[in-house]
């Protein structure tokens, strides 16, 4: 199966949360340098044509039983979102993201994973 887990996104990511602009941009560029890396090492390869559109699953695992927007929780991922595009060479305007937020077990992460066609 072509996923790969990533950290729960850092706070600043949200779109609700008012940061500098560089602390932003720090955080992002983590985020997606943990995705690339992670999916350069499990070897995510695109199910399909570069062309085509790519189903992809975000299971959400947060730390703690909060309200979750899914809207800002799928904003805050677009980093990781974008690292995963790097490593299989496609633009991640092919990406068609769908968002599940589970029960909090404590681990704080976001599974993402590549669907086939």
């Known amino acids: 199966m ?3 887990t990533v950290s ?6 949200s779109p609700n949360v008012s940061a500098h602009w560089r602390r932003k941009s720090a955080a992002r560029k983590a985020q997606r340098l943990e995705a690339w890396t ?3 090492q499990a070897k995510v390869h695109c199910p ?3 062309i085509d559109p790519i189903s992809i ?3 959400a695992y947060p730390k703690h039983e909060r309200k979750r927007d899914i809207d800002n929780l799928l904003a805050s991922t ?3 979102l974008d690292g995963l595009a790097q490593a299989m060479g496609v633009d991640d305007s092919l990406f068609r993201p769908e ?3 589970h029960p909090a077990d404590g681990t704080g992460r ?4 590549v669907l086939p066609i």
């Open 38 to 40: 992670l999916a350069m």
């Open 110 to 113: 976001i599974v993402l994973t």
């Open 2 to 4: 072509n996923s790969i």
């Open 48 to 50: 399909g044509a570069p």
């Open 99 to 101: 968002l599940t937020i």
């Open 57 to 59: 699953r975000l299971d």
């Open 8 to 13: 729960w996104p850092d706070r600043v990511l």
């Open 78 to 80: 677009k980093g990781a």
